[in-house]
């Protein structure tokens, strides 16, 4: 009975903030500025198209919403059942995966055969062919924002550092690339960008850090942004060596080498997806050691409580500059990798947009789990792709629904998609505002990695 | 002295003039953020487009009395009804968008640590941003009576050669949209600053953001005195929006990105927390930027001079001009 009352609560609650948002958003859902031929100013008007468009849209919206309302009868129904489903599929699971190289192994796979897709046609029509490299342009992007997000969760996830500029170091990484690639510089290639890409990230990763060692939380999030900001203005006005608002291009001869893999036209596309494919591999390898290692766990300790890190001697100064340095390095590569892809960099393509595109995939995969931050990275790039490229009419609702996926997790699941347990305690607060049973203290000091 | 530096300082009278309109624009959106950060302890991210939102919300309902042939060109309803009725609007709209992003972004996580908030915060700023891109389209929206020419009438021209013979010749001018913004910005914070010292809701307000716990033991009714506070916030950030879209003649749904980070940049300059340090903030930034941008081939870098003033106000003086209340978190 009383579990009935708190579900017709929870609904009428629910039902009642909708027709809140629904009433406030009304002025400027239905009225439009609009200017006949002959006008010089703007009139008001009712949006027609708009109403009859959700008009039709109803049975759709209907048609969702009963298989909601259906989906979340059925999970109340027969939640114990679902539960026990999940623990069998749960234990088969880790039997499967019961040593370390099978777990790995398991996780790769499905990236592995993603990434080697490309490679397995060897002579396809000229159609296919363009499909084909259209698919390896969206795997190579997913690899690319895959390394940032892997990179982004060092700091974001596992320091609990929240960087919002990140597409700094990115662009760093890829100005970087682009410049010496210029033909007045000698048009070097990746040999030189490569080790330039790291020691610019770096170094810029290093000036983020240093004086925001003081800093927390909102703060540090905003003069990370404001650094992103002030780099992004700094790379237009210095028009000279960034060709300004025009951005550079690299001419072929700095571009990546050429893999002779196969015959056809792929066999740029496929090279740098080689490359880009090494790069995520090597960040994951790397990132996930040194999750595991000393410096993983003083990150987590900074994490969670920096003060009583301190005070157990753990140096949070140093690790900190530490998850700004290697987040920073993993970006520049990524940046490098970008360029080598596109053959062109500009400062529109690293606006706040791509900032907000990675912070949502490291939130969505839920923070602080590379395995996190990679899916997070194939379901938002699909996203952005699919919302461009096949329903361009939509592009436009792309950031509308990040927007609405970073409120939605952070009220709802706060710890993402593959979050644990135990982050999402962290990320509600829990432990503050209702102490646990008696029991549970020990408990979760006990499952605490 | 070199000639750059000559014409710098006949047009500085000007600038300063400019600087503080701006700045008191600045000053009105970064009570917003203040007000809020001095309750709840986070940086409302989507302040910026509340404010965007009253810029688009004033053009609407201007846009609506003309259609309906009540006011602008030629209607029965004077230039001052219109404005006045349009800012009235714009307050309605922003404070009842203001009061439903603090219920669905914020009071579910009212508890958790800074980092839920804080992400939530931003995907609000995104949400509200690209919802007006994807409502109301992606160009600039006009102002639909043309101000310019009707308030511009009235020049005050001010000579600087009392100065001293070393200044060169300049003049100020001062426009009565000027006069108008400067008027209405400071009359709305004199507004404020009744309305938190001397009335009851005000007082509680004080109370909710001393001690969130001792207020609610006292009987303040904590979420409303939150609701009213990012209520209080969205009806200035409204009314700044309105000034400035008249200013501007025209509004764009990015709006609020920049203006937000430089009201931001105001309310951690004057102190973040602190409701007379953002009026302060918001005249020192406005200032500056205007100064920067009189220098030749300044105005390129006038946003980068914001950023620099909030990176070095944050790492040198994290308390503000006249901050006291921020402790841990600097």
């Given at each position: 009975?009383?579990?009935?009352?708190?579900?017709?609560?929870?609904?009428?609650?629910?039902?009642?903030?909708?027709?809140?948002?629904?009433?406030?958003?009304?002025?400027?859902?239905?009225?439009?500025?609009?200017?006949?031929?002959?006008?010089?100013?703007?009139?008001?008007?009712?949006?027609?198209?708009?109403?009859?468009?959700?008009?039709?849209?109803?049975?759709?919206?209907?048609?969702?919403?009963?298989?909601?309302?259906?989906?979340?009868?059925?999970?109340s129904r027969f939640k114990g059942a679902i539960a026990s489903a999940g623990?069998?599929?749960?234990?088969?699971?880790?039997?499967?995966?019961?040593?370390?190289?099978?777990?790995?192994?398991?996780?790769?796979?499905?990236?592995?055969?993603?990434?080697?897709?490309?490679?397995?046609?060897?002579?396809?029509?000229?159609?296919?062919?363009?499909?084909?490299?259209?698919?390896?342009?969206?795997?190579?992007?997913?690899?690319?924002?895959?390394?940032?997000?892997?990179?982004?969760?060092?700091?974001?996830?596992?320091?609990?550092?929240?960087?919002?500029?990140?597409?700094?170091?990115?662009?760093?990484?890829?100005?970087?690339?682009?410049?010496?690639?210029?033909?007045?510089?000698?048009?070097?290639?990746?040999?030189?960008?490569?080790?330039?890409?790291?020691?610019?990230?770096?170094?810029?990763?290093?000036?983020?850090?240093?004086?925001?060692?003081?800093?927390?939380?909102?703060?540090?999030?905003?003069?990370?942004?404001?650094?992103?900001?002030?780099?992004?203005?700094?790379?237009?006005?210095?028009?000279?060596?960034?060709?300004?608002?025009?951005?550079?291009?690299?001419?072929?001869?700095?571009?990546?080498?050429?893999?002779?893999?196969?015959?056809?036209?792929?066999?740029?596309?496929?090279?740098?997806?080689?490359?880009?494919?090494?790069?995520?591999?090597?960040?994951?390898?790397?990132?996930?050691?040194?999750?595991?290692?000393?410096?993983?766990?003083?990150?987590?300790?900074?994490?969670?409580?920096?003060?009583?890190?301190?005070?157990?001697?753990?140096?949070?100064?140093?690790?900190?500059?530490?998850?700004?340095?290697?987040?920073?390095?993993?970006?520049?590569?990524?940046?490098?990798?970008?360029?080598?892809?596109?053959?062109?960099?500009?400062?529109?393509?690293?606006?706040?947009?791509?900032?907000?595109?990675?912070?949502?995939?490291?939130?969505?995969?839920?923070?602080?789990?590379?395995?996190?931050?990679?899916?997070?990275?194939?379901?938002?790039?699909?996203?952005?792709?699919?919302?461009?490229?096949?329903?361009?009419?939509?592009?436009?609702?792309?950031?509308?629904?990040?927007?609405?996926?970073?409120?939605?997790?952070?009220?709802?699941?706060?710890?993402?998609?593959?979050?644990?347990?135990?982050?999402?305690?962290?990320l509600k607060g829990e432990e503050a505002s209702a102490p646990p049973p008696?029991?549970?203290?020990?408990?979760?000091?006990?499952?605490?990695? | 002295?070199?000639?750059?530096?000559?014409?710098?300082?006949?047009n500085l009278p000007q600038a300063i003039a400019n600087g503080l309109v701006?700045?008191?624009?600045?000053?009105?959106?970064?009570?917003?953020?203040?007000?809020?950060?001095?309750?709840?302890?986070?940086?409302?991210?989507?302040?910026?487009?509340?404010?965007?939102?009253?810029?688009?919300?004033?053009?609407?309902?201007?846009?609506?009395?003309?259609?309906?042939?009540?006011?602008?060109?030629?209607?029965?309803?004077?230039?001052?009804?219109?404005?006045?009725?349009?800012?009235?609007?714009?307050?309605?709209?922003?404070?009842?968008?203001?009061?439903?992003?603090?219920?669905?972004?914020?009071?579910?996580?009212?508890?958790?640590?800074?980092?839920?908030?804080?992400?939530?915060?931003?995907?609000?700023?995104?949400?509200?941003?690209?919802?007006?891109?994807?409502?109301?389209?992606?160009?600039?929206?006009?102002?639909?009576?043309?101000?310019?020419?009707?308030?511009?009438?009235?020049?005050?021209?001010?000579?600087?050669?009392?100065?001293?013979?070393?200044?060169?010749?300049?003049?100020?001018?001062?426009?009565?949209?000027?006069?108008?913004?400067?008027?209405?910005?400071?009359?709305?914070?004199?507004?404020?600053?009744?309305?938190?010292?001397?009335?009851?809701?005000?007082?509680?307000?004080?109370?909710?953001?001393?001690?969130?716990?001792?207020?609610?033991?006292?009987?303040?009714?904590?979420?409303?005195?939150?609701?009213?506070?990012?209520?209080?916030?969205?009806?200035?950030?409204?009314?700044?929006?309105?000034?400035?879209?008249?200013?501007?003649?025209?509004?764009?749904?990015?709006?609020?990105?920049?203006?937000?980070?430089?009201?931001?940049?105001?309310?951690?300059?004057?102190?973040?927390?602190?409701?007379?340090?953002?009026?302060?903030?918001?005249?020192?930034?406005?200032?500056?930027?205007?100064?920067?941008?009189?220098?030749?081939?300044?105005?390129?870098?006038?946003?980068?001079?914001?950023?620099?003033?909030?990176?070095?106000?944050?790492?040198?003086?994290?308390?503000?001009?006249?901050?006291?209340?921020?402790?841990?978190?600097?």
């Amino acid at each position: 009975m009383s579990a009935d009352r708190g579900i017709r609560d929870r609904a009428l609650h629910a039902a009642r903030l909708v027709l809140l948002v629904l009433l406030v958003s009304s002025p400027l859902v239905w009225l439009k500025l609009e200017r006949a031929g002959d006008e010089t100013r703007d009139r008001l008007a009712f949006n027609w198209e708009r109403a009859s468009g959700l008009l039709h849209a109803l049975p759709w919206i209907l048609l969702v919403l009963g298989a909601g309302a259906a989906l979340g009868f059925f999970l109340s129904r027969f939640k114990g059942a679902i539960a026990s489903a999940g623990d069998r599929v749960r234990q088969e699971a880790r039997k499967l995966a019961a040593t370390r190289p099978r777990r790995a192994a398991l996780v790769a796979l499905p990236f592995v055969l993603l990434v080697l897709f490309p490679f397995l046609p060897p002579h396809l029509s000229k159609e296919s062919q363009l499909s084909v490299q259209n698919y390896t342009n969206v795997v190579v992007f997913i690899t690319i924002y895959a390394t940032l997000a892997v990179g982004l969760n060092i700091t974001v996830g596992q320091a609990g550092l929240l960087v919002l500029g990140y597409a700094a170091f990115y662009e760093i990484g890829a100005y970087s690339y682009a410049i010496i690639a210029q033909p007045e510089r000698g048009e070097h290639g990746l040999v030189l960008a490569i080790p330039l890409a790291i020691v610019a990230s770096a170094t810029l990763g290093l000036v983020v850090g240093l004086p925001s060692l003081r800093l927390r939380g909102d703060y540090l999030a905003l003069v990370t942004l404001g650094f992103g900001e002030t780099l992004r203005y700094v790379i237009r006005n210095l028009e000279d060596l960034t060709g300004g608002e025009m951005g550079l291009s690299i001419p072929d001869r700095a571009k990546p080498p050429t893999l002779m893999l196969s015959s056809y036209a792929l066999d740029r596309q496929l090279s740098v997806l080689v490359g880009t494919s090494i790069l995520l591999a090597l960040c994951i390898s790397t990132t996930a050691r040194i999750q595991r290692s000393r410096v993983g766990r003083a990150w987590l300790a900074i994490r969670e409580d920096e003060l009583a890190a301190n005070c157990m001697g753990i140096a949070s100064r140093y690790y900190k500059l530490l998850a700004f340095v290697l987040s920073a390095i993993w970006a520049g590569l990524a940046g490098v990798a970008y360029a080598g892809q596109v053959g062109f960099v500009s400062p529109k393509s690293f606006e706040f947009d791509e900032s907000i595109l990675i912070l949502s995939m490291v939130v969505l995969g839920g923070m602080g789990r590379i395995g996190g931050a990679i899916l997070g990275a194939v379901l938002l790039y699909t996203l952005k792709w699919v919302l461009q490229d096949k329903f361009s009419e939509y592009t436009d609702y792309k950031n509308l629904v990040l927007g609405a996926i970073m409120i939605l997790l952070m009220v709802f699941r706060p710890q993402g998609l593959l979050g644990s347990a135990q982050l999402a305690q962290e990320l509600k607060g829990e432990e503050a505002s209702a102490p646990p049973p008696a029991a549970a203290p020990a408990l979760s000091q006990g499952a605490a990695p | 002295m070199s000639e750059d530096f000559q014409a710098f300082l006949s047009n500085l009278p000007q600038a300063i003039a400019n600087g503080l309109v701006r700045g008191s624009i600045y000053a009105l959106i970064a009570l917003g953020y203040t007000m809020v950060y001095g309750i709840l302890g986070m940086i409302n991210f989507a302040h910026g487009e509340i404010y965007m939102i009253g810029s688009y919300a004033g053009i609407i309902a201007v846009a609506a009395l003309s259609t309906l042939g009540l006011g602008g060109m030629g209607g029965p309803l004077s230039l001052a009804v219109v404005l006045v009725l349009s800012m009235a609007f714009a307050m309605l709209v922003s404070g009842s968008i203001g009061f439903t992003v603090e219920r669905i972004a914020y009071r579910p996580i009212r508890g958790a640590p800074v980092l839920s908030p804080l992400i939530s915060a931003i995907g609000m700023s995104i949400f509200l941003m690209h919802f007006v891109m994807v409502a109301q389209g992606k160009d600039y929206k006009q102002f639909p009576i043309p101000l310019h020419d009707k308030l511009v009438v009235t020049v005050i021209k001010i000579g600087t050669p009392s100065l001293g013979s070393w200044w060169p010749e300049g003049s100020v001018e001062l426009t009565l949209l000027d006069l108008l913004t400067l008027a209405a910005a400071f009359g709305l914070m004199v507004g404020l600053y009744v309305f938190v010292n001397k009335t009851k809701l005000g007082t509680a307000m004080r109370a909710v953001a001393q001690d969130k716990t001792m207020a609610g033991l006292l009987g303040i009714d904590i979420d409303k005195v939150i609701s009213v506070t990012f209520v209080t916030g969205a009806i200035l950030a409204a009314a700044a929006g309105v000034l400035i879209t008249i200013r501007l003649s025209q509004t764009f749904y990015t709006a609020g990105y920049i203006a937000g980070m430089m009201a931001f940049t105001s309310a951690v300059l004057g102190g973040i927390g602190n409701i007379p340090g953002a009026v302060l903030g918001g005249l020192v930034l406005g200032l500056a930027e205007d100064i920067t941008s009189t220098y030749p081939g300044g105005s390129d870098w006038k946003v980068v001079v914001s950023f620099v003033v909030l990176l070095a106000c944050l790492m040198f003086l994290p308390r503000g001009l006249l901050g006291e209340r921020v402790g841990e978190r600097a």
